[in-house]
């Protein structure tokens, strides 16, 4: 640690960061565009111009280091009068399109504008005209009126892809950003770029002309498509009656863990995670007939002692798990208990990882054995989850007058072999404790309340012990 003084304030800092990044750590606002916490430090907008001791003149706080007795300044004469003139310039082609803008509401042009500028426009000269919706990706739209070159999309592609697909072409007033001759981008984590653009030059189509930002709330949680674990954001609609007929999961956005995921994600859990949501079941069934409560408890007393298998599921939580294994490993003293989980996909160095369930770890941490180990013929079975489609094989091994029961949030396709099925919270319903793949624990609390009154798993598994333990 080292001492600096910030607008005649000392403080205690790090040694090694930025001024940018000082001030921040202290609550102190310096505007920037161009800086980004996990992209290096580029000094191209000039937004962060503070005054520093010593200096003959103004030095942009994200490319200077800290050090011992460093005396700043962010809000002098000279450093209001420097911010107001570089928002000028940037505006000087930037087209007065917030009302149309997707990224209005959280755009950081508009944002200093509101707290710096405020001012006329000098400039007489005519505005250029560009290409307004060039297609960057599947996924992406580039309005190069917008772009105020700070560089990040570029940086991104080049620093943490390590696959330069953007560049900068022409140079003065005429540049612009484009990819190498007018491809496509081809990225897994297409979609950092438009969240990282810090205005409205490229936007992402699935939001594209949605929904307004200030109509959308954060709901933080984790993404549960691999065993990364990555920190995420659900935009969902607020509390608006007009409103009612959107999905409720409207867009997904990276969180910010720097030893997780840094602050991105990938594609697929951007864009995929909504299919969660889809083919729900929320009917408890017993041979296919509607069932309350009363009954199924009749049903699970007659048939939870005689189960010899147990299919748990890696969507299971900490908690989850470890419950079901007190129930049927040490209570009922079951043997045959595995863990099943969506399959093996691919993987890079970046983020994605090959295994696509969010609690592997823990399942094997617990001793549970993969199904792969099953050997031997099923008489009656639990299931956690819509088992069947992923391991068609195992319904080989099940006996023809088997009871399987079910416990899972969607309706299989196959449901005739079902003999109970009881409907539950998905994963963004319910919260608990997960382990990634580095054995990383991380707590999640539900980000959205069920459409009917179901139950979690681990209410289920409460349920069923307290049946077992009265009898």
């Known amino acids: 640690m080292i001492k600096i003084k910030i607008n005649d304030k000392e403080y205690s800092v790090k040694e090694g960061l930025t001024v940018l990044q000082a001030a921040e750590e202290v609550g102190i606002e310096i505007p920037h565009f161009c800086a980004h916490e996990y992209l290096k430090p580029a000094g191209l907008c000039r937004m962060c111009l503070v005054e520093i001791k010593g200096a003959r003149k103004l030095q942009t706080s994200c490319t200077t280091p800290v050090k011992e007795g460093l005396e700043v300044w962010t809000e002098s004469e000279a450093v209001v009068k420097a911010r107001e003139e570089v928002l000028k310039l940037h505006f000087a082609n930037h087209p007065i399109d917030c009302p149309e803008c997707d990224q209005a509401g959280e755009c950081s042009l508009q944002e200093y504008y509101d707290k710096y500028g405020f001012y006329d426009n000098p400039y007489i000269i005519k505005k250029e005209k560009r290409e307004k919706d060039m297609e960057l990706s599947d996924n992406l739209i580039l309005d190069r009126e917008r772009c105020i070159l700070c560089l990040r999309c570029v940086r991104f592609t080049e620093e943490i892809l390590g696959d330069k697909q953007l560049f900068v072409y022409e140079r003065g007033n005429k540049s612009y950003i484009s990819t190498y001759k007018g491809e496509k981008i081809i990225s897994d984590y297409s ?247 580095e054995g990383r624990g991380q707590t999640t609390k539900p980000v959205f309340n069920p459409k009917e009154e179901i139950k979690t798993e681990f209410e289920i598994l409460q349920i069923i012990d307290s049946l077992l333990r009265k009898e």
Request: aromatic share 10%; proline share 4%.
């Open 191 to 437: 979609g950092n770029i438009a969240e990282i653009c810090p205005v409205g030059a490229i936007t992402d189509k699935s939001f594209r002309f949605k929904i307004r930002s200030w109509f959308l709330e954060k709901r933080e949680t984790i993404c549960p498509l691999c065993s990364r674990g990555c920190n995420i954001y659900i935009e969902t609609p607020k509390d608006k009656p007009y409103l009612d007929n959107y999905e409720r999961l409207i867009r997904v956005k990276s969180g910010d863990n720097g030893e997780i995921n840094k602050s991105f994600i990938c594609d697929t859990g951007r864009y995929k995670l909504a299919e969660i949501e889809k083919r729900r079941n929320y009917k408890a069934i017993y041979e296919m007939q509607n069932v309350n409560w009363v009954r199924i408890k009749k049903i699970l007393l007659e048939h939870i002692v005689t189960l010899d298998t147990i299919i748990l599921s890696s969507w299971l939580s900490n908690e989850e798990i470890d419950l079901a294994l007190s129930v049927f490993r040490d209570y009922l003293n079951i043997k045959n208990i595995f863990y099943w989980g969506r399959k093996d996909g691919e993987e890079d160095n970046i983020l994605i990882r090959k295994d696509k369930n969010p609690n592997t770890t823990y399942l094997i941490e617990k001793k549970v054995k993969n199904i792969d180990s099953i050997d031997s013929r099923i008489s009656n079975l639990l299931v956690f989850g819509d088992f069947f489609e992923d391991n068609p094989s195992v319904k080989e091994m099940i006996g023809e007058n088997s009871f399987i029961m079910m416990i899972s949030p969607y309706l299989p396709r196959d449901i005739g072999k079902i003999n109970l099925l009881l409907p539950v919270t998905n994963f963004l319903e319910k919260g608990g404790n997960w382990t990634n793949y």
